[in-house]
């Protein structure tokens, strides 16, 4: 979990898969997701461990009271039991059977009635083994359709989890997914200089000038001020941005990166009045430069 | 995966018979946990009523599918039991922070790694590692999974760096997770 770029999401799936990130740092690190393989593995094989702690609390048993005041109270929620249809209309099939006959058909001689009940015997003997195997092939049927609605469940919710995620990304966490899943994407990476030792930052650079970065671990700024993020180039740094970073120290901008700029030699973000300056004055809180 | 005896057993059952038995099997899970975040009976009954509720409410098409179903009622158990500390704690720990925050739900595992009910035994000897381990590890665990804290609140708890936390997390999980692999 050490490679170039990867450095602002190493520990992440831990805190990820022990619940411990923020709806925001969530976002951010599903987007990796996408892209970091190892990170998956990490988080599937925690999930297991975090599945288990949710099991493994003390074994306490409640009251058994708790049993009939939950009973109840659910009860007046759902709706109220009907028996399945074809159960009523098989029901109504067997007294038909049994007492229409009789209501029915004007009173029979015996030879009709003892007739009828051989013939109905015999349809019975044959007909009844015939249904039982059409039951069988149904029951089959019917557990081939449930294993494919337990799929669609499993496709519905993860459906369900993007949209969610979706709901919750600010314009700028759109835009890193959108970039994290276009081609020709580099990573580049700035570590913390000794004004913020534990801060880091990757810019996800592409040619087409969609470039973002994400920083974390970036201090409060002074009250006036702001990030400014520098692109070292061979006539000096030019201005990529500037950004203030929220409670929790994160920070993501888009980068305005001139045409002239194809690839920086360096990185670095320096702090800054608020309206930013042409070139930078104050110290360098993050640096960094792409690897060759 | 529905077996054909539980087909037959939903179209011999209403909501109401299938509640009951997910009652049964599960209910002692939910308490359980709910009292070891809590520790109050009254507010641990209180939650297992809300959780069931809404497994009716929400969730009825799960409530034959009993390791899915253990897993929502769970994730529900916890997220209601943080949310009640919460709810009583009267101030905030951190000054910035509000006094009430929504619990961020834990991860929902892909259509490949559908969770599983553990077995008591693996449940215990899990229970048993994660007491083992050490003290600050413990503590980050039980706080961030049990508590609801994010990194952040969780480094400002602790008073200790995040990358420190992030590491004793990390660690304490492995750790945990070599017991579930070794059995």
Same mark, same amino acid.
């Given at each position: 979990?050490?490679? *170039?770029?990867?450095?602002? &999401? ?18 951010? &690190? ?85 007739? &009828?009940?051989? $013939? ?30 337990? *799929? ?32 020709? $994407? ?17 810019? &996800? ?33 030019? *201005? ?53 | ?28 899970? %939910? ?16 939650? +297992? ?19 899915? @179903?253990?897993?929502?009622? @769970? ?17 905030? #720990? ?17 259509? #490949? ?19 083992? @381990? ?17 990194? +952040? ?15 004793? %997390? ?9 017991? @579930?692999?070794?059995?």
């Amino acid at each position: 979990m050490s490679k *170039s770029g990867h450095e602002p &999401f190493d520990g992440l799936a831990a805190l990820y898969a022990a619940g411990a990130l923020n709806k925001r740092e969530q976002v951010i &690190f599903r987007a990796h997701l996408e892209v970091c393989r190892g990170c998956v593995q990490e988080v599937k094989s925690l999930l297991q461990v975090t599945q288990g702690l949710l099991q493994a609390a003390i074994p306490v048993v409640p009251a058994t009271s708790l049993r009939n005041r939950v009973l109840n109270s659910t009860t007046r929620t759902i709706p109220h039991a009907k028996a399945p249809a074809y159960r009523k209309s098989k029901i109504k099939t067997g007294q038909q059977t049994a007492a229409g006959p009789p209501r029915q058909r004007p009173q029979p001689t015996i030879w009709i009635a003892t007739l &009828f009940v051989i $013939v109905t015997a015999g349809i019975a003997a044959w007909y009844i083994p015939k249904l039982d195997h059409q039951i069988s092939s149904l029951q089959r049927q019917l557990v081939e359709l449930q294993s494919d609605l337990d *799929s669609s469940t499993r496709l519905t919710q993860i459906l369900e989890l993007e949209i969610a995620a979706a709901d919750l990304e600010t314009d700028e966490l759109r835009a890193v997914l959108s970039l994290l899943t276009t081609q020709n $994407v580099q990573q580049l990476a700035l570590t913390g200089q000794p004004r913020a030792p534990r801060a880091s930052a990757v810019v &996800f650079w592409t040619d087409s000038g969609d470039s973002t970065l994400l920083a974390s671990g970036l201090p409060p700024l002074p009250i006036g001020d702001l990030y400014q993020l520098w692109l070292g180039g061979l006539d000096g740094p030019i *201005s990529a941005g500037l950004m203030a970073p929220d409670e929790d120290g994160y920070a993501a901008i888009s980068l305005t990166v001139p045409d002239s700029v194809t690839m920086p030699v360096a990185m670095a973000i320096t702090v800054e009045p608020a309206s930013g300056v042409t070139m930078p004055t104050g110290d360098i809180y993050l640096l960094g430069q792409p690897t060759p | 995966m529905v077996d054909l005896d539980t087909l037959e057993h939903v179209a011999d059952s209403d909501p109401s018979t299938l509640l009951a038995e997910a009652y049964d099997r599960h209910h002692q899970a %939910v308490f359980s946990l709910a009292m070891m975040i809590v520790q109050n009976q009254d507010d641990a009954e209180a939650i +297992t009523l809300e959780v069931f509720s809404r497994a009716v409410r929400e969730e009825q098409n799960r409530l034959t599918r009993h390791d899915s @179903l253990a897993y929502w009622l @769970l994730r529900t158990t916890r997220n209601q039991a943080i949310d009640k500390i919460r709810s009583k704690q009267p101030t905030p #720990d951190s000054g910035s922070q509000p006094t009430h925050q929504a619990v961020v739900d834990l991860p929902i595992p892909a259509a #490949d790694l559908e969770p599983t009910v553990m077995l008591e035994e693996s449940a215990s000897k899990l229970r048993a590692k994660l007491n083992d @381990l050490p003290q600050s590890q413990q503590e980050a665990i039980r706080l961030c999974y049990f508590e609801g804290l994010t990194q +952040t609140q969780l480094a400002e708890r602790l008073g200790e760096p995040r990358s420190i936390v992030k590491s004793r %997390v990390r660690s304490g999980l492995l750790t945990l997770l070599e017991t @579930l692999t070794h059995e």
